[in-house]
């Protein structure tokens, strides 16, 4: 998925590999990814996502950050990784 001005909000899906590139706009994602990779480069990556279903996701922004957060229900508290 390509996208060059817009945000990006993929949720209660199940994907095998998660593919997309965003010019500028912010990204969220929620559910289960296998893995794959979302550059982002103008805009913030939020992952509500459990550690076990990204190990081999990479998020990455060029200017903001990616903020990892706890999926709906978990006691675990987000945190903001910086641009990678």
């Given amino acids: ?43 913030d990556i939020v992952a509500r996502l ?3 279903n990204i190990r081999d996701l990479t998020l990455e922004t060029g200017v903001d950050e990616v903020l990892r957060e706890p999926p709906a229900g978990s006691p675990d508290g987000g945190r903001p990784e910086g641009g990678t």
């Fill in 1 to 43: 998925m390509e996208i060059a001005t817009g945000d990006v909000d993929v949720q209660d899906r199940v994907v095998g590999t998660l593919e997309a590139s965003v010019g500028a706009g912010g990204v969220t994602l929620s559910w289960r990814f296998s893995g794959g990779r979302v550059p982002v480069e103008t805009g």
């Fill in 50 to 52: 459990p550690p076990e």
